[in-house]
Structure formats: structure tokens, C-alpha cells
């Protein structure tokens, strides 16, 4: 909201400057964005008297005039037809200053010598008027033009009209309405600096004419609008506004239109209660009607828009039409047009959440719908009528008709008694105040403050019916320390024991796993937890399974956020597709979250934390010392073995003949831990690549994070290293090629040995000199003991015994000796 320093001094006398008074307003909540020093756009111009005028000797048109600043008396050629003798007008002398750069010069205009000249309204800057020179005051009536009545000749035409300003930005919050006119924020001043308040007059001059007999008015609809006050303003003259009220609302930001719209904006912005003028002639039957919409009206608004409305919408009509929407846009159909004569002002309140919705539906946001919406006073409407009326039959030159119509059907709640106690405030707010420091704070904020039955210390305090944001005692309690001020409460820092933070077992596998994968050059990647309920299709999920239960969302984004995930692999598989459509073929991310499971009706999904990676393009960057070589299913298998040595899970066992529906056969399996599923690994199938428009190969993994957490130890068991060398034997075996190298290496470590050390393996081969249907699986057994150095015939002996059984156990042939 923009806020005129000037306009503010009319109701508090300040003695802040411009930036002084930002600060102090900002420190108590209302916080002033920026201050834009104004200054008016011309110099050297002074209030001058017209002493004499005489027709110019060569110029029918023109006059000589002799104007006096109390010190001088000079010669000015002017043309206007509006100057009359002991006007006071403004005079540029020589070597004034005028926007667009003119300077006053002394000139012989038709053989005559001028020394000056008379200024108009738009020759100065600060008015639209150029159909003649500026009048400032007129023979012996002083205050006819608004300005003060000790309007002098010879002052700094800036001075004598105060254009010194400053604009203040103000961010009002939602909760503050009240601070959205001049009184508000002048009442925070004067509060803040202990200065009185002056209110405008409200007082009205009415005419023997009463309103009873020329309008009525009628609410159909209470809920939507409690209270609708009007008056009737008669034989008004449609005149621009006087420079004065100009002023002020070009500092508020708004357009000065005409004498009677000028009012209703200047009444709002200085109280904070929108009005509206209708031309009562236009309004059929005279009279208003307030009710709601119905469904598909048509309706045109002031800025020549048509708009269709809907049945919530409220509408302020006469006897047969709407003439305005309610609280936030009059019509063109009843406008204030330059040959009105009768006004029908309006001031009520609307409810709030009724112009909010209809704001938000029909997009319009107007000075007047940002006020309602937010709520004004109920007990300012007659005040904001009243000083309306007064200013109009003042400006416009009409005259009030005798009495208002108030048509109050739905009373509205007054604010309650709220209890405050003196100590409770200082205990929050870490101060000393006494009782009568806290109620003469609430006092200045326009509040009753009453002991309450005779308690020392307690006080029922009830705001004023503008203060719609204070309802707790914690309320008041804030209201204290903002006038007292914050930076006056003493620092304290509270007493705490610091406890060191020990984390869960899922935070500490969840930080390991992040940690593991970071250190494999993965990047962490976040997506929403909605996705399409297309996914599980997209994924060729079987109609049986579990991730078939998603949750649907009753008001979605988009479709394409219409479910929550049942897997992460969906998530990361859609990141892939939008790097490859950048460009970016070579990933390695990851993802820890949850998935939701749908459960049964009025029962809250089923949420499981899972970590899901993928893998695609090159193993390493494209550098020129590194092949082109792809990243495959055992780099991320290996990720995944890092992981589980880290976790201290020493039972993983990775089964290639359990995969997932997506995943390639063969270059898939599932993870076991023991005997509990983990989770999954595999190469994405390219029927699942071809559905999301992917060409590259890509590898996933999905793991169970609670599972993990369950299973995995924070225990670290150290042993120690023999100090005797060990020794190794390699033996190669043709087995089938369905058998997986881990049942070998199993069968090895379970045979009881105490000298095996490590089985691994260091060759797997099919091809030239191996049959058809089998492999070749070379195997390295290392032995070692503890107590002494092994000699070749203990190792060849406990070597042979683990070897037969792993032939007795697998059928496998020991190549060399297959024959």
C-alpha cells in the first residue's frame, strides 16, 4: 500500500523524518519496503496578488497584468480568461524553473515587456488542468479553492501548497486490515509516539428533503451481506476534485476522475471503508436489491468487461438489474456520468470470504475487494458514509437528504471481553512492565481496558470492532510488546542441557547408504511422490500385484500426479527420459523416499521406505583415457555389495531366478538377506524402455530400507590378522550353465574348513573348447593359519577334501580332467 508522509500529518503531528518514521514502523510490524522522496517538478515559483489588469495595446486576447509577491510588482503578458484582480496565482519570475526543462526568460511579448508568467495546474506539474491559470485564492474569499485561508502573496509556491513529500511502500499482512487507510496507520503513530489522534469531521449538514421517499433498500441474501447503509446526495455538479484531494490520492496511487469518485477513494483510503456512488437516475425503480447471482447472469463491469457469474456471486441490483458486484466492481450500467445530478452513495459490509471467492473466480482484484476480503469495521460504515456525504456536498455542491437507510438484518458479533494478566505478559515477553504501562499501551490502541471484578493485576480488555485480528489474551500480550517495543526487551537465551542426538536405526541406514552411493559417484535426485496411474502398465506390473494398490489423490496437479508411487523405479526411469531429452545420456542417481500401498477403505495407506538407483550410458566420463566402455549390471551390483559390507549384512544372496516383471531375463535377480527378500536388481526390459520412448540400456536396483534397518548391525567386530603367509590353489569347473558361481563359492565356505581363508573367483568362460550347455568357472582358494605356515601337503589335503564335495554337490567336471 502507498502512504503519503503529508496526508499522515493531517491526523498526527509527526516529527520523525520520512526515514526516522519507516523504521519505527517497520520495527512494530508494519513493514515500510521502500521510501520515495517527492518533490515538485518546478523552482522558482512563488504565490503572487493580481493588482491590476488591463487589456494588452496589440493583442485582443491577451491581458498586462501586474502582479505583486509583497516585494515587487512585475509586468506579466497572460493569456488566460480566468484571472480576475486580488486573485493569488502562481507567478514563475525570471529564471524559473518548469517541467520539460523551460526556463522563464524575460521576453517582449507584442512589443509589451513581460516579467513572468502565470502558471496553469498542468504547466506546473501537479494537475491535468490547463484551460487556465491556477487560482489559488479569489478576492476576498480565501478558502473557495481548498487552500488555506491565509494564502499569502510571496511564498514558495512548494511551501505555501506543502508538495514536499514522501511515499511510503507499507506491507500490510493479511491479519491487519485495519492499517489499510491513513487513520490506521496514523492510529499505530500516534500510539507509538504518545501524539493525539485528530479524526476527520464527520458531521453532515442535511436538507430538508428525507431519503425515505426516493430509495429503499433490500437484502435478500444477510450471509453474504450483513449490513447496507445508503444516503441520497441531490443536484451535485460534476466537477473535478480540488488539487488538495488530487494530491493525496496521486500519493496513494490512485487516478483522480471527478469530484464524486474522488470522495468515495479519498473516504477509503482515509478510513479504510470502500463506497461506491451510483447515478440514482439510472437505477430502475429507484431503489436496491442484494442478493446473489443466478447461475449464468451476464454482467457488465466498469472497465467495459462481460462477465458470467455464478450462483455465489453477490450482487447489488435495482428493481429489475444488477447495477454492481458486490464489494468489488460497479457496473457501466449505473455509473457516474458528467450529467449526474443524484447520487445514491453505498457503504456496507460484505462477507469476507464471499468477495475472496468471487475475486478469485471472476480475476478481479480491485482497492476495494483487497479491503473486504480481508474485513473491515462493521461500525465504520455509517462514519465512512457520513464523512462521504459531507465531502461531496462540499466539493460537488450538493445537498444530503435528511437521514440514512441502515438495513442491519444480521447483526454482527462485537468483539468479546478477553482477560489479561499484567504477569503473564511480562513472563513471556522477559519484562518489567507495571499495570499501568501495559492498559495505557492498550488504552492508546483505542481499547476498553477495565479490572476485571476487582483483581489486582487483571484487567478485561476489548479490542475496537476494527481490530478483527485480536481474539487471545496472547493476542494482547503481542499488541504490548510491539508499542513498547522489541528492541527494548532485554536478550535472554534459554537454559538448555544439550544432549547428544543419537539418530534411528532407518536414519542410520538410510545416511549409510547415501554416503556408500555418493562415494560411487551417484547423485541424490528428489521427485514427487505422485506419479500417472498409468505407471504399473508403463511397467508391466502382473494385475495381482501389490503396487497395483495405489492411493488416489482426490485433487491431482495433473493427471500425471494422480497416484502415489508404489515403486521408485517409475520416478527414476521418468528423471532418465527428461535428461535424455536435454541431452544427457550418462547417469548414475538415486532416490530414498517412501511408497504407499493402498489399504482398506477408511484405513491410511501403507507407507515402506525404499532406496532406488539407476545406471545408464558410459562406466566412466568421456575422457581421452578412458574407452567408450557402457556401465553394465555388475558396476551396479558391485554398488550394491559396497552397500551391504557397509551395513556389516554378511548374508546377501543375489537370485537370478527371481526378478521383477520389467527387468531383462536373465540379467535380473532378487536380493535376500538371509531368507527375507530386500529387494531387486536387473537390467530394465526394452519393451518398458520402448513404452517411455528410452533407447539407451539402463540398470535399476530397489531395496528395502526397513528391512535393512532391522537386519543390519551397528556392531564392529575386529579380528586379528595372521602373521603367517597364506597360500593359494586355482581349479577351474565345467559346470551347467544355469549354476550360479555364488552356490559354488556357498558349498566352498560351508564346508567346514578352518584353513580357508577366501573363495573367489577369477574367470568365467563359455566359448571355443568348452561344450554347448556349459560354462567354465575358475576359482581361487586361499588358506591360511593362525598358528603356524601351512605346509603343501595340510594345504593339498584340506584343498581336496572341499573340492570333492563341491563336485559331489554340483555335478561340476574339472577341466583337464574331464575326460
Known sequence: MQLSYRWLKDYVDIDLTPTELADLLTMTGLEVEAVH????????????NISSIKPHPHADKLSLCEVSTGEAVYPVVCGAPNI???????????????????TIRKAEIRGVVSEGMLCSEKELGIGEDETGVMILSRGTDRSGCGFAAEMAPGKDLAVALDLQDAIFEIGITPNRSDCLSVIGVAREIAALTGRELRYPDLSVREGEEDIVGLTSVEIVDSDLCPRYTARIIKDVNIMPSPLWMRLRLEAAGLRAINGVVDVTNFVMMELGQPLHAFDHRLLAEGRIVVRRARRGEAFTTLDGKDRTLGSDTLMICD?????????????????????TRTILLESAYFNPTSIRRTSRSLAISTDASFRFERGVDPEGVTRALDRAASLMAAIAGGRVCKNIIDCYPRKISTPRDIPLRVTRANEILGTDLNAGEVTGILERLAMSVDSKNGEEGIYRVTPPTFRVDIAREIDLIEEVARVYGYERIPVTHPVVCAMPVVG????????????MLRGGGYSEVITYSFVSPEAVNVLGLAGEDERHRMVRIRNPFTEDQAVMRTTIIYSLLETMR????????????????????ATNAGELPREANRVGGLLTGLRYDDLWHFTDLPADFYDLKGVLENIF??????????DASD????LHPGRSCGIYAGDRYVGFLGEVHQDVLSRMDLKNRSHVFEIDIDILADIFSDRVVYSEISKFPSSSRDVAFLVEEQLEADKMIDIARRAGEDL??????????????IPLGLKSIGLRFSYRSFQRTLTDDEINLVHGRIVKTMVASTGAKIRGEER
Open 578 to 597: 527428461k535428461n535424455a531429452r536435454a541431452g544427457c545420456f550418462d547417469l548414475k542417481i538415486f532416490e530414498t523416499g517412501k511408497v504407499f500401498f
Open 756 to 769: 580357508l581363508e577366501k573363495v573367489s573367483i577369477f574367470d568365467v568362460y563359455q566359448g571355443k573348447g
Open 645 to 654: 559390507a557397509g551395513l556389516r549384512i554378511s548374508d546377501v544372496k543375489f
Open 37 to 48: 522522496e517527492k518533490a515538485p517538478a518546478f523552482t522558482g515559483v512563488v504565490t503572487a
Open 504 to 515: 534411528g536405526r532407518k536414519n542410520c541406514v538410510e545416511e549409510t547408504i547415501r554416503r
Open 319 to 339: 428493481g429489475l438489474k444488477p447495477v454492481a458486484i458486490g464489494g468489488i466492481m460497479g457496473g457501466l450500467n449505473s455509473e457516474v456520468a458528467e450529467d
Open 659 to 662: 526378478g521383477e516383471a520389467f
Open 84 to 102: 480576475r484582480v486580488d486573485d493569488i496565482v502562481p507567478l514563475a519570475k525570471v529564471g524559473a524553473g518548469l517541467p520539460g526543462g523551460l
